[in-house]
Structure formats: structure tokens, C-alpha cells
């Protein structure tokens, strides 16, 4: 591979030269295989470096994608696929769709306006973000109104198709399409239906597609993962009128309708009257839609085939794969059929090669995005010459899947004899929160309007020192623990001192909050190099699950204990949930995914009967992936949500009644899994409300929800410091809805990526706050 900053021909690096079908990834990772784009990203934000430099990074990771899939024989290479913080962004400000607190006043968007709408600033605060579908990748949430107006102000997809172009690459660019782009909006204007809006939108749409067919463009990948929703009539019948209307517009150019998570059958009666070139599938998602779509193409319609999976890490079965995929070459023709990952591999790490230290036996199993890549080339280029051209590849293929199925790795008696011995008494706890309620209070003696954190405290500079000091063996475990036990000391004298009610650790041994966990667990594995974006410069390292999950030892005792120990406040104990284990790992494919979450909730109720008998009186257990989980179509919720309110129960339901449950969840809309909410039965729920000025109580206000809740008061992911009016205006907003017994008071997450220049006096601000409202609801005695 070619040094990133290089500038080069891509001619240079030309591919073998046997014929392949046409392959296509979608999409490919942003951030660079050395995480080049958080770097550059965070020096232009902390003013170490100015836009040019930015510019000039985000150019060479461009050009080394494009190189990087040509090289590897990848056929139909996007563009635009990139994006410095979020590709919804990106369609928000290329529309114009810039709300006015932002200060734009029409021409270029500069990058200071931005990245306000991404990241919010001493001014303003973000716009809202939520998880895009069913993935762990966060979205920057469109804001319109009834009188919303567009204009074209990015020339960004045309610039990235030249900038290929001169390198001397053709390119498909991509587009969000018009209509999931309104589809995930939200109304700023009441029970305004951005929908509306689709004929003073799709102009733009024509005008960025006229540049690109112009400049040269003859394929346009246009994304529209809205169509494996349940979309009402109103949405199919913008979507006839979007596409006809772009066709058109532009009729010599081909569209390739874009689908994935999941399946179109619903709408095919739609979807087959849309005039477009292309279609893509998600077949690794919904391999069942393949015959449904089969029948109902038309007869100059390309098929795009998404067999390889673009949200997950396994290697693929290249053999099992061509059996499915010749019969549909043999019935459309070798022209009519490209092979693609499922969607964008935006969701997966950069190459397994880096992975150096991953156990040997594991990392056959396994393919990241160039290996991916090499699968598409290995498929395209068997179904045009036949599989005797890549027998090697094929073979190999079939030897990693079959000694999977057979690795001792893989299964545990013991895990599956607990399976087999649950019972739906383990899953409840001794009686209803009514009565636990009482219990709780008497022994913990809390103030009303508790103030408590979500977990994080900051991870300084010296804390990531310190931990790679430790990983290198810079310095001793001695030294290691002697630093940590340091900053958990400052951090419980400052909370202290601040007056905060339920304290926390910090967390500060903690790399990741899935991460930390999986470490300790039997049946997982990590990489060292395996970084996804979830948003902006925010990148994990997603745990994957290869085999059956269990405990050896205890994970967070030793430290909440010694937290506990340095103060007569209680100190929660934190642990990360069932379903968000689940959720943020790559799961193994070879069983139900519900069945994996039975296995790590298992797991939990062992570590949390451990807390409890230390001694630890209040246990968090976070799942902000709750929500994340549930399945697109509405058809498939109730299974979903039957085995994780199941799963989040048994991990927490063996403590007394005294011990409070606490469990944490973001940027999620609860309104239509209220009744799941309420029956995972935690004590508390402390939930993102900050963003949204308290809507999102609405829903809990109208199913009268019985609990504890501790709404949100401000953004943790702004660096700006919000007022103390302004969080008990929060706060009172939360009155309209709860009565005070229930509100506690929190950021509304971890306060892991900011800095204790902004922690501090916004805390401070947040204890105050809720002593105004002690002020007004507790009378002194007399």
C-alpha cells in the first residue's frame, strides 16, 4: 500500500486483467487505516491546525480509498462516500437546510458552520443525533420547517467525482436519496410532515444530478435505506413522484436505487414502478427478498447483489455464496448483475492485516473491508470466467467456515447447560416498584432532585498516557493501579465537594464501555486496529463475539468497592447491558442473536450479585443500544423486545429490594416501546433529553410511566457550559411532566470525551439547579 499522502495515478495501480462481473462496495471507511481523519480533525478543532491542513488529510484519504479498491479489482468505486463528520450532514448543508440559529445567510457553508451543526459551540448547541437505523453509527438529524426553502450550496459530490476523475478513476457517486433524506428529518414546526416538502427539494436533487451527468457521470448510486421501513402512502407516493421526476429531469442518466438492513417484498409493488437502471439488495440482511425481486424486475434492469456483509466480520462462505449467485447470473445475464457488499462498509474496520496480535485461530474467520473487497473480486471474477480461476480462494474459503463450525473455541457445555436451565422466575425481581421504592428510599436517604453523573469522567491526556505507559509496559501494573486509585480519589473528593447526591468512579481504567467488559469474558476476542466511526472523530473498537460468553472472575468489583470505601455517599456500580453488549460487538452468525444476549445477561447477574454482597447499593446497568436493537419493520418488534426486556431482567433481578437498578439510555425515541420501557422494571432511567428541551417526556408523561427518571439537562457532546437558568428551565419543563419523587438529575450521557474545563462548572451549574428546585418543593423546618 502506497504511503497515505502520496499523489499518484490510480493507472498505476491496474488490477489483474481477467474479466469479472461488475463488483461494487458501496461505500468504504472513512477514517483512514491509522485513524488519519480523527487526527486531523481534532488538531483543526483544538486550533493546532488550520482548514487547509484538514483539507489536505481528508484529500489523500480520499485518494488512497479510491486506490486501495482499484488495486484490488473492486470495478464500481463510489464517490462521495466521504464525509469529515457525517454524510446526513453533508446533505443538509449541500440542500441548504441550514436552520437560522446558525448564522448562515445564504453562499458557501464555511467549515466553522459546519461543525456547529455537528459538534454545537459556545453559542449554539448541535443539532440533534440518533442512531441511523438499526447500526451503531449516529446521524446528525435534520431540522425543517413548513416554510423551509432549499438551495444547492455544496458542489462537494461533483468535486469528489473530478477529483477521482483527475486521478484517472471513474467513479459512481452517491447520494442520500430525497426521499430518506426527508424521511429521517425532523419537524420543527409540530405535527409538520417533512414529507411535504418533496417538490422544493427534489430541484436540488436535479441540479447535482445535472452537474454530475454533465461532468461525465453515467451511474448515480442513490441510497435509499427508507424503503425497508413501513412507510406509509403518503411517503410511497413521494417516492413514484422523486423518481419519476428525476427521470424526467434526466433521463439518459442511470440511477442505482440503493436498499439495505433489510428487505423491500413490502414495497415492491412500488419499488417496480420506479424508473430507475439499478437495483441493489441487501441479501445478507434479507436473503429471502431474492426470488420476490426476481420476479418482479423489469427486463433492462441491473440487479446489484449485496452478498457480502457490510456490517459484520466474517469471512464469507465464497463457495456456499456462488450457488446462490449463479442461478441468478444464469437467469439475467452476466449484464444485468453486479456483486456488492450488503451496504456501505462504513460499519467495519480497515484491514485485517494490521491485526498482528488477534488469536491465529480466530482471524481465519475473519475478513474487515479489504478482505471484503478481495471477496467481491473473488465472486466477480468466478461468475465470469468460472470457479476453476479462483479454485485457491474458494477453497480456502470453505476450509476457515468449516473449521469454525468444528473449533472447540467456539462451544461450552457449561454456558449452554445454564441455557437450558433458565427459568422466567430468574427474570423478576421479589416485588413491584411501588413497594421497592419505599425500601430504597429509607435506606438511601437521598435528597429529592438527586444529582448523579451517567458514569464518565473525563479521559485527560494523562489517563490515555497512562494507559499506554501500561499496555507498553512503560510502567508497572503497581504504578498503574497507584495512578488510577489517584484520579478515583480526586474524582470522589471532587464530587464531594460539589455537593453531587449518587457518586461515580470515573471510570478511568476503562477503555470503552463494551470493550472493557468483553476483555473479561470468555468468548470474545479484540483487535488493536479494528476502529469503527460512530460518529464525528468518535471511534470504537467493537468486541467480537466468536463463541459462547461466561465470567471467569469478577469485573468491576475491586473498583467499586475501593470507590465506595473512600466515601459515606453512595457510589453506583457500573456495568455496560445485555442488549448493548450485543449491540456494539460483531456477533457470531452462527446462532440467534437472542441467544447470545441469554448468554451475556448471564454473565451480568453474576457480577451484579457480586456488587451487591460487596456492599454496593446502587447498580447502573446501561443499555443505550435498547432501542438501536429493534427491528425495522414493526412486524418483527415484539420478538425483539420479548428477549431483550427478557435478557435485561435476568441480568438484574437477583438483587434484594433495597438495591436500586439503574439503567441508562441515549439518543433513542421511546414513544413506541414505552410498554418494553416500563417493563424492564429499572429502579431508574436516566435518558437524553437536552437536545430534544425535554420533548422527549412527552411519551412518558402519556403512558404515565411508574418509575424514577432522570432526564437529561445538558448536552455532554458540546463543549459549551450551560447556565444554571437554564437547566432548571430544563428541569421545570421535566415538572410539567413528572412529579418531583420521580426526577433525578443528570448530564444525559458520559462525560468521558469532554474535558474537566467543561465538566467542572457545568456540574457545579447542575447541582444548583437542582437546588433551586429543592427550594421551592422542600419546605425548611421550623
Not at 479498491?69 to 453533508?90: K, M
Not at 485461530?361 to 470466467?385: D, P, Y
Request: glycine share 4%.
Amino acid at each position: 500500500m502506497r504511503p497515505l499522502g502520496l499523489c499518484f495515478h490510480l493507472l498505476e495501480c491496474k488490477p489483474m486483467s481477467f474479466s469479472s462481473l461488475p463488483v461494487s462496495t458501496l461505500g468504504v471507511p472513512r477514517i483512514g487505516p491509522h485513524r488519519e481523519l480523527k487526527s486531523a480533525l481534532e488538531s483543526y478543532w483544538s486550533g493546532a491546525s488550520d482548514a487547509d491542513a484538514l483539507q489536505k488529510t481528508a484529500t489523500a484519504l480520499r485518494a488512497a480509498n479510491w486506490a486501495r479498491q482499484y488495486g484490488l479489482g473492486v470495478t464500481v468505486i463510489p464517490s462521495n462516500d466521504f464525509s469529515l463528520y457525517d454524510h446526513v450532514l453533508d446533505t443538509t448543508v449541500m440542500v441548504g437546510a441550514i436552520p437560522e440559529h446558525y448564522g448562515w445567510t445564504g453562499g458557501k457553508v464555511s467549515l466553522d458552520t459546519y461543525f456547529a451543526m455537528a459538534r454545537g459551540n459556545a453559542s449554539v448547541p448541535a443539532l440533534e443525533m440518533t442512531k441511523w437505523f438499526d447500526t451503531n453509527y449516529h446521524f446528525m438529524v435534520p431540522e425543517l420547517h413548513r416554510d423551509q426553502q432549499f438551495s444547492l450550496t455544496s458542489s462537494k459530490p461533483l468535486d469528489e467525482y473530478l477529483e477521482a476523475r483527475a486521478l484517472g478513476l471513474e467513479t459512481r457517486p452517491v447520494l442520500l436519496g430525497p426521499v430518506t433524506f426527508l424521511t429521517l428529518s425532523k419537524s420543527r414546526d409540530g405535527n409538520f410532515d417533512p414529507i411535504s416538502l418533496i417538490d422544493r427539494l427534489l430541484p436540488v436533487y436535479i441540479e447535482i444530478l445535472s452537474q454530475l451527468h454533465d461532468a461525465g457521470a453515467e451511474w448515480v448510486q442513490m441510497d435509499e435505506p427508507c424503503l425497508v421501513l413501513d412507510l406509509d402512502t403518503v411517503t410511497k407516493a413521494a417516492l413514484r413522484h422523486a423518481y419519476y421526476t428525476l427521470q424526467q429531469a434526466l433521463p439518459s442518466l442511470n440511477i442505482m436505487l440503493t436498499t439495505y438492513f433489510g428487505s423491500i417484498v413490502d414495497m415492491l409493488d412500488t419499488v417496480r414502478t420506479l424508473p430507475v437502471a439499478g437495483l441493489h439488495l441487501d441479501l445478507v440482511r434479507a436473503p429471502e427478498q431474492l426470488d420476490h425481486v426476481l420476479s418482479a424486475m423489469h427486463s433492462h434492469q441491473v440487479l446489484s447483489l449485496g452478498v457480502i456483509d457490510g456490517r459484520n466480520i466474517w469471512r464469507t462462505d465464497l463457495a456456499a455464496k456462488l450457488n446462490q449467485l449463479e442461478r441468478v447470473v444464469a437467469k439475467l445475464g452476466k449484464d444485468r448483475v453486479q456483486i456488492a457488499t450488503s451496504c456501505s462498509m462504513l460499519h467495519v474496520p480497515v484491514d485485517l492485516q494490521a491485526e498482528a496480535d488477534l488469536d491465529s485461530e480466530v482471524r481465519q474467520w475473519l475478513a474487515f473491508s479489504v478482505q471484503k473487497m478481495e471477496e467481491l473480486t473473488t465472486l466477480g471474477l468466478a461468475l465470469a470466467n468460472g470457479r476453476d480461476v479462483v479454485s485457491h480462494a474458494l477453497a480456502a474459503s470453505s476450509d476457515a467456515a468449516s473449521h469454525r463450525r468444528s473449533s472447540r473455541k467456539v462451544h461450552s457445555e457449561s454456558v449452554q447447560s445454564r441455557i437450558v436451565s433458565l427459568s422466567p422466575e430468574m427474570a423478576k425481581r421479589q416485588v413491584p416498584f411501588s413497594t421497592r421504592a419505599q425500601e430504597q428510599r429509607a435506606a438511601l436517604k437521598l435528597n429529592l432532585f438527586p444529582t448523579t453523573t451517567i458514569g464518565s469522567f473525563p479521559q485527560t491526556d494523562a489517563v490515555r498516557k497512562a494507559r499506554a505507559d501500561h499496555a507498553k509496559q512503560r510502567i508497572s501494573t503497581e504504578e498503574y493501579t497507584a495512578f488510577l486509585r489517584q484520579e478515583t480519589e480526586q474524582a470522589i473528593r471532587w464530587q464531594e465537594e460539589t455537593g453531587i447526591d449518587v457518586l461515580v468512579h470515573g471510570e478511568f481504567e476503562r477503555n470503552d464501555m463494551v470493550q472493557y467488559f468483553g476483555e473479561q469474558l470468555n468468548g470474545y476476542a479484540f483487535t488493536t486496529h479494528g476502529w469503527v466511526q460512530s460518529y464525528g472523530s468518535r471511534y470504537v473498537r467493537p468486541p467480537i463475539i466468536f463463541g459462547d460468553v461466561s465470567r471467569p472472575h469478577a469485573m468491576t468489583v475491586d473498583w467499586a468497592c475501593y470507590a465506595q470505601s473512600l466515601t459515606e455517599r453512595p457510589v453506583k456500580g457500573m456495568l455496560t447491558g445485555p442488549v448493548t453488549m450485543l449491540q456494539w460487538s460483531f456477533v457470531r452468525d452462527d446462532i440467534p442473536r437472542e441467544k447470545v444476549c441469554q448468554q451475556i445477561a448471564l454473565a451480568l447477574r453474576d457480577e451484579v450479585s457480586d456488587l451487591e454482597a460487596a456492599g454496593i447499593k446502587i447498580i447502573q446497568i446501561d443499555e443505550p443500544a435498547f432501542r438501536e436493537g429493534l427491528p425495522l419493520k414493526t412486524s418483527e418488534w415484539q420478538h425483539y423486545l420479548d428477549w431483550a426486556v427478557s435478557c435485561f431482567r435476568l441480568s438484574s433481578s437477583s438483587v434484594r429490594n433495597t438495591t436500586q437498578i439503574h439503567t441508562h439510555m441515549c439518543y433513542s425515541e421511546f414513544n413506541d416501546i414505552m410498554d418494553a420501557i416500563a417493563a424492564m422494571d429499572a429502579d431508574v432511567i436516566s435518558i437524553e433529553t437536552s437536545r430534544s428541551k425535554m420533548e422527549l417526556l412527552d411519551v412518558f408523561t402519556d403512558f404515565r410511566y411508574p418509575n424514577e427518571i432522570g432526564p437529561g439537562v445538558y448536552d455532554i457532546h458540546s463543549p459549551r457550559v450551560p447556565s444554571v437558568t437554564e437547566m432548571t428551565d430544563l428541569l421545570q419543563k421535566a415538572l410539567r411532566h413528572l412529579s418531583p419523587e420521580q426526577i433525578w438529575v443528570n448530564p444525559d450521557c458520559g462525560l468521558k470525551t469532554r474535558h474537566w474545563k467543561e465538566v467542572r462548572p457545568a456540574l457545579v451549574n447542575m447541582v444548583s439547579a437542582a437546588q433551586a428546585l429543592r427550594n421551592i418543593f422542600v419546605q425548611p423546618a421550623e
